[in-house]
């Protein structure tokens, strides 16, 4: 199968582990990234500078991306650059480019990982038999909503005949929140985020501390894991906190920020340090209070680092309860607590969950290659 894969930087990390299982599997796959001033650092994309010109090129133009080429082949994987972001005549010259594109590659199918830009809409129109459309968030997080994304889904969604949701949660949501019918709407899910193996030190020794990492937003819930670890440092009192991320922070933790056990880190993190950060941790913490799914819980796993997480979203269908992690109730101090001490009080049972996680990357839910093979039955329907 010949296929197109249109996706966005904030994906990367999800999306090169899919790309390289469908090149594997033998589809023949070009795959275009949209680059703006906004993207440059995102996943595992890492560009100090956008190149000042519009248009599309290959992944090579920029250098700090051939670094990929250990992972995944990269002579089909381009960039369409938008220098100035995506509104403006620039944007829609690139939008032109985009669809032009399209046409010349004569592609059986275009994947659009999230919906497409305003500009593609009407010339999307020709190719819609060949569109399907992943959606990661049902409906926007909290603290997040896009009315440009609402828009895009109530046009997109009449002329789209297939969408990927990734997890079963997610249905319902997405097809009450836009009117979608559910027989236009299939499910497959995330595996683990393997290409973080790349980065860091592998010979990364476990340190004595619990890991909070990815970007600070309010559904993200870090005052409740802090006052969680209120309470697990009466016990544990040589455990420290870390969270790792950049983004405002949404509640005052200046009272936090005086405790010796608690390290606030509130800048992007690089690959290298945040695969160091996740290998040294004892556990990596998800205190959400709504979610979809979490490349959190996927990039520990990726690293066999057990995860505590709420039971909002996909969460529960990411994670083993009891064999890959424990799953809590969101906003609930006390169970959190609860958690994160039994982890403390059992190195075993945390080696076990270890061991657990490696096997289902290589066979169970964590294995790109069942997802691949999840997408193309899709894809064939």
Same mark, same amino acid.
């Given at each position: 199968?010949?296929?197109?894969?249109?996706?966005?930087?904030?994906?990367?990390?999800?999306?090169?582990?899919?790309?390289?299982?469908?090149?594997?599997?033998?589809?023949?796959?070009?795959?275009?990234?949209?680059?703006?001033?906004?993207?440059?650092?995102?996943?595992?994309?890492?560009?100090?500078?956008?190149?000042?010109?519009?248009?599309?090129?290959?992944?090579?133009?920029?250098?700090?991306?051939?670094?990929?080429?250990?992972?995944?082949?990269?002579?089909?994987?381009?960039?369409?650059?938008?220098?100035?972001?995506?509104?403006?005549?620039?944007?829609? %010259?690139?939008? *032109?480019?985009?669809?032009?594109?399209? #046409? =010349?590659? !004569? $592609?059986? +199918?275009?994947?659009?990982?999230?919906? /497409?830009?305003?500009?593609?809409?009407?010339?999307?129109?020709?190719?819609?038999?060949?569109?399907?459309?992943?959606?990661?968030?049902?409906?926007?997080?909290?603290?997040?909503?896009?009315?440009?994304?609402?828009?895009?889904?109530?046009?997109?969604?009449?002329?789209?005949?297939?969408?990927?949701?990734?997890?079963?949660?997610?249905?319902?949501?997405?097809?009450?929140?836009?009117?979608?019918?559910?027989?236009?709407?299939?499910?497959?899910?995330?595996?683990?985020?393997? %290409?973080?193996? *790349?980065?860091?030190?592998?010979?990364? #020794? =476990?340190? !004595? $501390?619990? +890991?909070?990492?990815?970007?600070?937003? /309010?559904?993200?819930?870090?005052?409740?894991?802090?006052?969680?670890?209120?309470?697990?440092?009466?016990?544990?009192?040589?455990?420290?906190?870390?969270?790792?991320?950049?983004?405002?922070?949404?509640?005052?933790?200046?009272?936090?920020?005086?405790?010796?056990?608690?390290?606030?880190?509130?800048?992007?993190?690089?690959?290298?340090?945040?695969?160091?950060?996740?290998?040294?941790?004892?556990?990596?913490?998800?205190?959400?209070?709504?979610?979809?799914?979490?490349?959190?819980?996927?990039?520990?796993?990726?690293?066999?680092?057990?995860?505590?997480?709420?039971?909002?979203?996909?969460?529960?269908?990411?994670?083993?309860?009891?064999?890959?992690?424990?799953?809590?109730?969101?906003?609930?101090?006390?169970?959190?607590?609860?958690?994160?001490?039994?982890?403390?009080?059992?190195?075993?049972?945390?080696?076990?969950?270890?061991?657990?996680?490696?096997?289902?990357?290589?066979?169970?839910?964590?294995?790109?290659?069942?997802?691949?093979?999840?997408?193309?039955?899709?894809?064939?329907?």
């Amino acid at each position: 199968m010949k296929i197109l894969y249109y996706s966005r930087t904030c994906f990367g990390d999800c999306d090169f582990p899919l790309i390289k299982a469908l090149i594997a599997q033998g589809h023949d796959v070009t795959v275009l990234y949209s680059m703006t001033p906004r993207s440059l650092k995102s996943t595992v994309f890492n560009i100090n500078q956008i190149i000042p010109k519009s248009g599309i090129f290959p992944l090579t133009a920029y250098s700090e991306l051939k670094i990929f080429s250990s992972y995944v082949p990269i002579e089909n994987i381009y960039i369409a650059n938008e220098p100035v972001g995506r509104f403006g005549w620039s944007s829609f %010259m690139v939008a *032109m480019n985009v669809l032009s594109f399209f #046409k =010349k590659g !004569n $592609y059986d +199918l275009i994947q659009y990982i999230e919906t /497409p830009s305003l500009f593609h809409f009407v010339p999307l129109w020709f190719f819609r038999n060949k569109l399907v459309v992943t959606i990661h968030d049902g409906k926007p997080h909290t603290g997040e909503g896009d009315r440009q994304e609402d828009i895009r889904r109530s046009i997109v969604k009449w002329y789209v005949k297939k969408f990927i949701v990734l997890n079963k949660a997610e249905v319902d949501v997405f097809a009450k929140g836009y009117n979608v019918p559910k027989d236009r709407i299939f499910t497959s899910h995330l595996g683990y985020y393997d %290409m973080l193996r *790349m980065y860091g030190d592998v010979n990364k #020794k =476990k340190e !004595n $501390y619990v +890991l909070f990492f990815g970007r600070i937003s /309010p559904y993200k819930g870090v005052e409740y894991l802090f006052r969680a670890m209120e309470r697990v440092h009466k016990v544990h009192p040589n455990v420290k906190v870390i969270v790792a991320g950049s983004g405002e922070m949404y509640f005052d933790a200046s009272e936090y920020e005086k405790y010796e056990y608690v390290k606030i880190v509130n800048r992007f993190i690089e690959l290298d340090e945040l695969a160091d950060l996740i290998r040294g941790a004892l556990f990596t913490v998800c205190p959400y209070t709504d979610a979809t799914q979490s490349g959190v819980v996927y990039s520990s796993f990726a690293l066999n680092t057990p995860v505590i997480a709420t039971n909002v979203g996909g969460l529960p269908e990411m994670i083993d309860n009891g064999k890959t992690g424990i799953i809590v109730p969101p906003k609930d101090v006390d169970a959190l607590a609860i958690a994160i001490q039994s982890y403390l009080d059992n190195p075993v049972l945390l080696q076990q969950m270890s061991e657990n996680i490696a096997e289902s990357a290589r066979l169970g839910k964590g294995s790109w290659n069942v997802i691949a093979k999840e997408y193309v039955e899709i894809y064939n329907k």
